[in-house]
């Protein structure tokens, strides 16, 4: 069954599926329909299986009402509660974690899929991004019950890298869906979305038609340039992680913010989004924290060097003389060269341009509104 749909994924990626040369733009562009109603729900099934881990509650097929945002009056609370899921074992999400044959067949998939990443990094097809769907848990967070939807995000990177990935719920989709529709009225026409269901929104067979549903969505949102740049789109794939992650750290859970934080430096790179370089200078200044704190003081300072030069010679950045005095301190503590970084950050400070001692970048890292 994995096989089917990496030959389907495949056809998607480089156009060459049997029949398309006939079809037009539109169906060059979505080669699929991401709507499924009509879909055959037995067929659908057999083709998910081995892929999906699916765990459910006991009383998964009974007919309650949406499985989503009623009853629960903070969207933005929501994202983060499904970002955290994704923070390790510590997490609530261990207490739920998939049947080891669902997750040796997502795993199987994954390996297939990112193998075929590496045979075609060389070749001119433009590359797209994967989206698999390889855990649905039904949750029960009285007095909501919702099904998470746990996604591996594969695409251009290091070949051996493992693959992102964002836990979300129907409303995240569908939040993300009406934002679209408002701001691109045109390339979101011939975009499909699953509907609302006012029954049955916890059976197998509705998850995973949604599952398939929902990796087409973004894989048809990938494929379009201005969607792909949208701001809503980015927001989507990671700032529930930085919020979680920022939210962790602040506690001081620093080895479970760290998963966080790498996770999100690997969704940005590998969705190349052009956010800026703020999210990327913060996501940075996460992991040069979590690893100083746990004591990896050579990662921690690579970290700073990585965000000295995305900073290059921007003066003043609020988070300029907080790398220079983190890097400064871990170069010494190494007993590695610190000179260039000593004598920018006093020039910084006989200017002006920040106070002596800077703040930490723990101490703005606290401070940060992500928005």
């Known amino acids: 069954m994995a096989s089917r749909l990496l030959h389907r994924l495949r056809h998607a990626l480089t156009g060459d599926g049997p029949g398309e040369a006939a079809a037009g733009p539109e169906a060059e562009q979505f080669p699929e329909s991401s709507e499924l109603e009509d879909d055959d729900a037995e067929g659908l099934s057999s083709r998910l299986s081995g892929t999906l881990s699916f765990t459910s509650a006991e009383d998964d097929d009974e007919e309650d009402g949406e499985d989503d945002d009623d009853g629960d009056p903070d969207p933005v609370s929501a994202g983060d509660r499904v970002a955290g899921e994704d923070a390790g074992p510590s997490c609530a999400q261990a207490e739920r974690s998939p049947p080891p044959d669902g997750q040796r067949g997502s795993q199987l998939l994954t390996r297939q899929l990112q193998d075929f990443w590496k045979k075609s990094r060389n070749t001119l097809v433009p590359q797209r991004l994967l989206f698999e769907v390889t855990n649905a848990t039904v949750v029960k ?8 939807y746990t996604l591996a995000v594969m695409g251009p990177g290091p070949p051996d890298s493992p693959p992102a990935q964002i836990s979300r719920r129907y409303s995240d989709f569908e939040r993300l869906h009406r934002n679209l529709q408002r701001q691109f009225r045109g390339p979101m ?183």
Do not use: M
């Open 141 to 148: 967070d009285p007095p909501s019950k919702y099904v998470l």
């Open 189 to 371: 026409a011939g975009i499909s979305f699953p509907r609302k269901r006012l029954r049955r929104n916890f059976t197998a067979e509705t998850i995973a038609r949604r599952s398939r549903a929902f990796e087409q969505f973004l894989g048809h949102l990938q494929a379009v340039p201005e969607l792909r740049q949208a701001a809503d789109l980015q927001d989507f794939f990671v700032l529930p992680e930085l919020r979680r992650a920022q939210s962790l750290t602040c506690t001081g859970l620093y080895r479970e913010a760290l998963a966080l934080w790498a996770n999100a430096w690997q969704l940005q790179a590998q969705l190349g989004i052009p956010c800026g370089p703020d999210r990327r200078l913060l996501t940075l200044a996460g992991l040069a924290v979590c690893h100083q704190e746990l004591e990896d003081a050579g990662e921690a300072r690579a970290c700073c060097e990585k965000a000295l030069q995305l900073l290059g010679a921007k003066n003043p950045h609020p988070l300029l003389a907080p790398f220079l005095e983190a890097h400064v301190r871990l170069s010494w503590r190494l007993g590695l060269d610190k000179r260039h970084s000593e004598a920018r950050l006093q020039a910084l400070q006989e200017a002006g341009l920040t106070p002596t001692p800077p703040p930490s970048l723990k101490e703005l890292l606290i401070k940060e509104v992500l928005d």
